[in-house]
């Protein structure tokens, strides 16, 4: 028999949502669905329902690195994603072990979550700006994580640029700005600086969508990793992610999750419209 070629390899570092719509439940079904082969550091659990974030408790700095260690020593990756890192102390020391790490890396500046319920300590926002975002490959702030990390506040389409301006400042080698939060089209601008993408989806009238952004930046990494350029994967995640959330489902009598198993349940991912 030939022995079967191993899936292209990506890593999750990110929280634990015990509801299984966000954090590291939802980057591992993302990379799954994906055609990838998903692994995971744990920075914090939560408990966390479709009500919102109950309790969190960061882990030490030595079991995030031990994590790391095992999984990139041996296994080894080929791209990366950071989801919620809890504390100032886990943000320096996950900067610290993907600055030397040649493989893309996908940085989702997690702050607050769709209930409002916050996942990152307020003194923790100079680590992202000064350590983490400099690592990143692409950075995939919403518009509330925009305005955290830079003062700019967006209020309609054009404000995306001046957005990814200021994110690509602090920097990241590409800005993607998701406009899912203003009213219209869901619309997301990707830029390196130099050049410019804009994502165009219908809104889904659907209200069960937790875990929107850590399932587009675990399908950006799955993409990478399957050796994708950036603007390829950004667009390839845009389509699951939409096919996502237009197959949400209600879960407990709060906000549901996206559906990372859209595909397997027969539904088709979206056709965002480039620009
Ligand atoms: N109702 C919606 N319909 C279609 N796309 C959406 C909707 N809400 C969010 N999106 C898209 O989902 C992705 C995640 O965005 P967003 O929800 O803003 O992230 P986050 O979970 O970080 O707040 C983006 O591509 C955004 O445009
Ligand atoms: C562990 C963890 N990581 C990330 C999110 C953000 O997801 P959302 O913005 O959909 O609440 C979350 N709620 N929990």
């Not at 920075?43 to 109950?54: I, R, Y």
């Not at 590409?174 to 165009?200: F, S, V």
């Amino acid at each position: 028999m030939t022995p079967r070629s191993a899936p292209p390899r990506v890593l999750t570092v990110a929280g634990s949502d015990s509801g299984g719509g966000a954090g590291i439940q939802a980057d591992l079904k993302t990379m799954l669905a994906l055609g990838t082969h998903g692994m995971s550091v744990i920075t914090a659990v939560t408990a966390q329902n479709s009500l919102g974030v109950h309790g969190a408790w960061p882990l030490p700095a030595t079991a995030v690195i031990a994590q790391f260690r095992a999984v990139v020593d041996d296994i080894g990756v080929q791209a990366v994603k950071t989801g919620m890192l809890a504390s100032a102390e886990l943000v320096e020391a996950v900067a610290g072990l993907l600055r030397p790490l040649d493989v893309p890396v996908v940085v989702d500046p997690v702050g607050v979550s769709k209930h409002g319920d916050a996942l990152l300590a307020h003194d923790a926002l100079d680590a992202v700006r000064h350590r983490l975002l400099p690592v990143a490959t692409v950075a995939t702030p919403n518009l509330d994580e925009v305005t955290q990390l830079t003062g700019v506040t967006v209020t309609d389409e054009s404000g995306l640029r001046t957005a990814a301006a200021a994110i690509l400042a602090l920097g990241p080698q590409w800005a993607l700005i998701k406009g899912g939060h203003l009213p219209g089209d869901a619309l997301d601008l990707l830029t390196d600086g130099i050049t410019e993408h804009w994502l165009r989806a219908p809104r889904l009238d659907n209200s069960h969508t937790h875990g929107t952004g850590c399932t587009l930046a675990s399908a950006i990494a799955a993409g990478l990793a399957a050796d994708r350029t950036v603007p390829d994967a950004v667009a390839a995640a845009k389509d699951y992610v939409t096919g996502a959330i237009s197959a949400g489902f209600a879960l407990g009598s709060g906000i549901g999750p996206v559906d990372h198993g859209h595909r397997l349940r027969g539904g088709g991912d979206g056709a965002a419209v480039l620009g």
